[in-house]
Antibody
Framework: QVQLQESGPGLVKPSETLSLTCTVS????????WSWIRQPPGKGLEWIGY???????NHNPSLKSRVTISVDTSKNQLSLKVSSVTAADTAVYYC??????????????WGQGTLVTVSS | DIQMTQSPSSVSASVGDRVTITCRAS??????LAWYQQKPGNAPKLLIY???SLQSGVPSRFSGSGSGTDFTLTISNLQPEDFATYYC?????????FGGGTKVEIK
């Protein structure tokens, strides 16, 4: 079965760029939409954006132009970059796949999540 | 953005109870609604998509209904492993948005 694993620094300084990678195993990255979602400690879920295997992206305007999502099909990896971070970007970051190929219906599976703390 | 409002924000229930959680969208989203269960320290788990389609492997005591702006998640015969926080998510219009969550607690 498909498994997702997020990786990256757990601590980022304010004003710097948060960079995370999601490695997909047990299946191909093609045919599906792949999203990044975050959850501040003790709070709810926020969709950050998606990428299709072709490279097409869409992201949440709430993060303005700070977000870059990319895909490396040769490595079966997604990446997320959030620039100019502040304490408000402290959260558990998840990558997730859409449940059905080529459609937006709901996220399954999810990675285990990785906590990123923004602090000097 | 479409606002997703869940109610109640928390509910106390006993094993064997029937629990209903409501999710209201600020505008119509057809049937493009998903429900998730999240336990502390874990990623959310997809229960229902397209308002009423049960995700593979999810027990049949979970069911979803609704369309347009009003949706419900029903857990019949509540089990000990069902005590968790539940979120709805609209999958119709970008940006995709989630409800604020409903915590199901042990009475």
């Amino acid at each position: 079965q498909v498994q997702l694993q997020e990786s990256g620094p757990g601590l980022v300084k304010p004003s710097e760029t948060l960079s995370l990678t999601c490695t997909v195993s047990g299946g191909s990255i093609t045919s599906y939409y792949w999203s990044w979602i975050r959850q501040p400690p003790g709070k709810g879920l926020e969709w950050i954006g998606y990428i299709l295997y072709s490279g097409s992206t869409n992201h949440n305007p709430s993060l303005k132009s700070r977000v870059t999502i990319s895909v490396d099909t040769s490595k079966n990896q997604l990446s997320l970059k959030v620039s100019s971070v502040t304490a408000a970007d402290t959260a558990v970051y998840y990558c997730a796949r859409e449940v059905l190929p080529g459609a937006i219906r709901g996220f399954d599976p999810w990675g285990q999540g990785t906590l990123v703390t923004v602090s000097s | 953005d479409i606002q997703m409002t869940q109610s109640p924000s928390s509910v106390s229930a006993s094993v064997g109870d029937r629990v209903t959680i409501t999710c209201r969208a600020s505008q119509g989203i057809s049937s493009w609604l998903a429900w998730y269960q999240q336990k502390p320290g874990n990623a959310p788990k997809l229960l229902i998509y397209a308002a009423s389609s049960l995700q593979s492997g999810v027990p049949s005591r979970f069911s979803g209904s609704g369309s347009g702006t009003d949706f419900t998640l029903t857990i019949s015969n509540l089990q000990p492993e069902d005590f968790a926080t539940y979120y709805c998510q609209q999958a119709n219009i970008f940006p995709l948005t989630f409800g604020g969550g409903t915590k199901v607690e042990i009475k």
